[in-house]
DNA sequence: ATGCATTTGTTCGTATGTATG
DNA sequence: GCATACATACGAACAAATGCA
C-alpha cells in the first residue's frame, strides 16, 4: 500500500555487516539466532529497503543450507521484534521506519524527522524549575543546586515514537525560557524567542541500555531491546553552554550516524 | 563455596569511624542514609577494587543487622550516584572507568587505548578470505561474490576485553594484506607495509543489541548489558574504500563520543 | 538439555515515627 | 487530641537472571 520506494538512504552509504561468513554450527550459538542476526544486519544496513519484500523463506533456506522451519524461526524473531511483516501469500516485507540520526552541529529534532518525510510531532512530559544534581551541573558549568529549566519531551515521527529526551537549560542564564517553551512547541522557537538565535552541538557522548518499563512503554518497544543514549552540550555562539541534554532512542528504529563533514 | 570469608576489614585500613561503629537507631539519621555513607568511603578508600564485587545484600544486611531493603536502598543510592552497578543474579560492582571512544577521521584501536594510560593488546579470532556477500560488497563499493579478507579481532585494555572488531578489505585492491595481518599486530602496521600509510574514517553508524552467548563470554559482559555497534567505512586519501568494519563495544565500560572539531 | 543454588529485582502487607494542619 | 501524609523499616514471597554440576 505505500509503495513509494522513496530511498532517503541516497545520502547514507550502506552496510551491513556480519554477513560475509557462513553459518556456525558448532558455535554455541543457535542457527535461527545467527539467521535472525544476520537478516537484522541486512536490514538495519538498507537491503532490502524499507517497505521492500524480503527473499521468500524457500530462498532463505537455500542461502544458509537449513531447514525452511529454522529460517521461519528467524523471521517470526524478527517480526516480534518489528523490524518485518510476514504476509501469508504475499513474502516477507521490511519494516518502514528506520531513522537515521544523523548527528552534526545543528542537529534539530524537526529537521530531522522531515529529512526522512515524516511529520514531527511531540509530546510534553515534564517541564518545571528544579535544583541541579551534581552531574547537570558538571554538564551545565554552574554550581550544583543552581536552578535549572528541566523539560522531557517525547519525539514522535509521523505518530510514532522516536525519542525521550531530557533538557536541562540554565535558568539564571536563560530568563524567560519557561514560558516559551509552554507557549511554542519546539525548543529552537523557544530560545529564539527569547534572543538566542543559533546554538551547536559540542558534544555527544554514547552509551545504550535497557529500557526500565515506562520508556518501553512510551517509546513502544519491547523491554529487551537497547535503547542509545546520548548526551550532549550545546552551546550558543559565544560558546556559553545553554543546555545539556539526555535522550534516549528506540534501537534498531532509530541509528545515530556521524558524518564527520556532512 | 567459593569464596573465601576473610573479612577485608582486618587488611584495609579502617576508613574513619565508620566502619567500626554499629548504626545509630536514634539518631535521626535513616539507616539506609548511613550505610551508604559507609560503602561510599569504603570504596573511595578502595576497598573493594574498581571492578570487584562488592558483599551481596545479604551479608550486607546481616552485617548491619538491617533488612534487606534498607540494604537496597543505599545500594540503590549509590548505582544512582554512579558509584557501583547492581546486575541480576550476579552480585554488585564496584564502578570502573569508562573508556571513552572518540570517534574521529583516524580513530586507531591502540592509540585510543593508550590515550586511556592502558597497555593495548588483540587476540586475533579469524583471518581468511572469503565471498563478499551483498552488504559487504555494498559497503566497499565491489561487486558481491568478490574476494574479501575477513579479519575479526578481540581488543584488549590492560588485558580487558573491550572491543570485538570484524574488518572487511577488498583483496584485489590490497595485495599481500592477509599474510601482513599475520605478521603484524594491528591494522595500521598491516595496511602500511602493503603500501597503505593513511587512511580515514568516513561515516560512523551506531546502534545497539544485547550480545549473543559467544560475544558475552569474549568481551566478559553480563547477558542484559547491550553492546554498542558501530559499522563504519574507512578510506584512503584518494577516496578508494579500503575497509568496511562492524565492532562491538561492552557498554557501560565503553562509551562513544563525537566531537566535531576535535 | 535439565535441574538446582545463588543473587538481585519486584510486589505485596504491616508497623512506626515525624511533620502538618 | 486527632487525621493525614510521608518517610522509614521489617517480613514474606515470588520472579528473573546467572552460574554450576
Request: charge should be positive; glycine fraction near 8%.
Amino acid at each position: 500500500m505505500h509503495e513509494l520506494v522513496m530511498k532517503p538512504a541516497a545520502a547514507t552509504p550502506p552496510p551491513g555487516v556480519l554477513a560475509g561468513a557462513p553459518l556456525q554450527r558448532e558455535g554455541g550459538v543457535a542457527l535461527w539466532r545467527q539467521i535472525a542476526r544476520i537478516v537484522e544486519s541486512e536490514i538495519a544496513a538498507g537491503s532490502p529497503a524499507p517497505g521492500g519484500k524480503l527473499p521468500t523463506e524457500a530462498q532463505f533456506s537455500q542461502r544458509f543450507g537449513v531447514n525452511r522451519h529454522t529460517v521461519r524461526h528467524a523471521l517470526e524473531e524478527l517480526e516480534r521484534a518489528g523490524l518485518l511483516r510476514m504476509e501469508q501469500g504475499r513474502g516477507s516485507f521490511v519494516a518502514e521506519d528506520v531513522l537515521d540520526y544523523i548527528v552534526g552541529p545543528r542537529t534539530r529534532f524537526s529537521e530531522w524527522i522531515r529529512r526522512h518525510n515524516k511529520e514531527p510531532s511531540g509530546k510534553i512530559l515534564q517541564l518545571r524549575i528544579v535544583a541541579a544534581s551534581a552531574a547537570v551541573a558538571a554538564g551545565l558549568g554552574i554550581r550544583a543546586g543552581a536552578r535549572v529549566v528541566l523539560f522531557e519531551r517525547l519525539g514522535l515521527a509521523d505518530g510514532v515514537p522516536v525519542s525521550l529526551s531530557l533538557h536541562h537549560f540554565p535558568a539564571a542564564r536563560l530568563r524567560g525560557l519557561l514560558p516559551a517553551l509552554q507557549a511554542t512547541d519546539g525548543i529552537t522557537a523557544a530560545l529564539r524567542r527569547i534572543g538566542v538565535h543559533d546554538y551547536l552541538r559540542q558534544v555527544t557522548r554514547v552509551s545504550a541500555r535497557l529500557p526500565d518499563p515506562q520508556e518501553a512503554e512510551l517509546l513502544r518497544t519491547p523491554r529487551n531491546r537497547p535503547l542509545l543514549v546520548t548526551e550532549a552540550i550545546n552551546v550558543d555562539r559565544e560558546g556559553n553552554v545553554i543546555e545539556f541534554g539526555a535522550a534516549r532512542y528506540p534501537t534498531p528504529r532509530v541509528q545515530i550516524v556521524f558524518e564527520p563533514r556532512a
